[in-house]
Nanobody, 114 residues
Framework: QVQLVESGGGLVQAGRSLSLSCAAS?????????LEWYRQAPGKQRELVAA???????DYSDPVKGRFTISRDNGRHTVTLQMSSLKPEDTAVYYC???????WGQGTQVTVSS
């Protein structure tokens, strides 16, 4: 089993920064897994925002490139999404995911006001 717990969301003004964290647990070897952040806005499909491989290579969706940074701490079994220059369009529930597993946590709400 895999458990994922997202945290760090909140209500912020446009232009501000926010850092999200996800703690993973379960019978997995964390360090060898690709980790991902998704988000889902109301009425929209869930979309992949960022990913980081076991080698540390990263990938970002076009809307967040240059503003978001994904990182991982294998010792703490966490993956972080540092978000800067937030826009109202970033408003969504953010989820972390281990790519290999089809499992989702509860997500954390990010609301960006104009």
């Amino acid at each position: 089993q895999v458990q994922l717990v997202e945290s760090g969301g909140g209500l912020v003004q446009a232009g501000r920064s926010l850092s999200l964290s996800c703690a993973a647990s379960g019978s997995i070897i964390f360090s060898i897994n690709t980790l991902e952040w998704y988000r889902q806005a109301p009425g929209k499909q869930r979309e992949l925002v960022a990913a980081i491989t076991s080698f540390g290579t990263t990938d970002y969706s076009d809307p967040v490139k240059g503003r978001f940074t994904i990182s991982r701490d294998n010792g703490r079994h966490t993956v972080t999404l540092q978000m800067s220059s937030l826009k109202p369009e970033d408003t969504a529930v953010y989820y972390c995911k281990i790519r290999k597993y089809d499992y989702w946590g509860q997500g954390t709400q990010v609301t960006v006001s104009s």
